[in-house]
């Protein structure tokens, strides 16, 4: 029994499984529908179109692409950009978040697990053409992002953050410190890999330091599509500073007194300049 954010009705869709984990034993081809008999739940008004299917042994599985929360539409085409529409996720970004996501949890970083990836035989008919839809599947340890902290207790906060010493060398006295230290790791891992994740901010990261989200991640195995006109490199120091305002989120959210130095010099013994 799922007691948890808020419940939304789903239906079951028929699918090809593209990628399916061996020790996955059950798929979840859930789309919410609001006349389904299916029901699926969503913790934030920040997880636009992931929804939690199911919670065992300490883990939350979570569906990734199952449509639209805020609207009567499921998904919703803007006609921006052609093979996209809000509440989807595409066969090409669902295969790069799930193979990319399974290479960065082998060099230690902590992430989701992968599941599955899912092409739903239904195409979404958009404005300008039918998209084949998929659903990525996955399990988490913890359901709630950083940037959901607007929508959850703090008491659920302390309940993640008492874990993080855990994941962390040395025993500051600080939690932003052991999430610097975490984080600054993480960076250290990918950049040295020539790895790009691309997307670095607090709705990709868990309150268990879990770092999500790699569609849009460039790896060697996983390359972009024209990398010759994509200075990958040049973002390095972008995702420095973006997890710097993580690091100072968390500090304000648990009204601890930020030491920047003290950052500065975690990021330094992972050969990370500000």
Not at 57 to 78: A, C, P
Not at 122 to 128: E, G, R
Request: one cysteine or more; proline letters at 3%.
């Amino acid at each position: 029994m799922i007691n948890i954010g808020k419940a939304f009705y789903a239906s079951e869709q028929s699918y090809t499984a593209m990628y399916v984990d061996q020790t996955i034993n059950k798929l979840y081809p859930l789309v919410r529908d609001s006349e389904g008999d299916k029901l699926v739940y969503c913790v934030s008004p920040q997880h636009g179109r992931s929804y939690i299917v199911d919670n065992q042994d300490e883990r939350y599985r979570v569906l990734k692409g199952s449509g639209l929360t805020y609207t009567t539409n499921t998904f919703f085409d803007t006609g921006e950009y052609l093979g996209h529409a809000w509440g989807v996720l595409n066969q090409k970004d669902a295969i790069r978040d799930f193979q990319v996501g399974n290479e960065i949890n082998k060099l230690g970083i902590k992430t989701n697990l992968m599941e599955a990836v899912m092409l739903l035989d239904k195409p979404f008919s958009s404005s300008k053409q039918e998209l084949k839809c998929c659903l990525l599947q996955y399990s988490i340890e913890c359901p709630y992002r950083i940037s959901d902290y607007p929508f959850i207790s703090i008491d659920k906060i302390k309940t993640e953050i008492q874990k993080w010493k855990s994941l962390s060398v040395t025993m500051y006295p600080q939690y932003h410190l052991i999430a610097a230290e975490v984080m600054f790791r993480n960076l250290s891992i990918m950049h040295s890999h020539e790895i790009l994740h691309n997307a670095i901010h607090s709705q990709n990261y868990t309150w268990a330091l879990e770092l999500l989200d790699f569609e849009m991640a460039r790896t060697p195995l996983y390359p972009y599509e024209d990398e010759n006109k994509y200075e990958f490199k040049l973002l390095y120091n972008r995702e420095v500073i973006y997890t710097w305002e993580i690091i100072n989120t968390i500090a304000w959210i648990l009204n601890e007194s930020i030491d920047y130095s003290m950052v500065e010099k975690i990021a330094r013994n992972y050969r990370i300049s500000l």
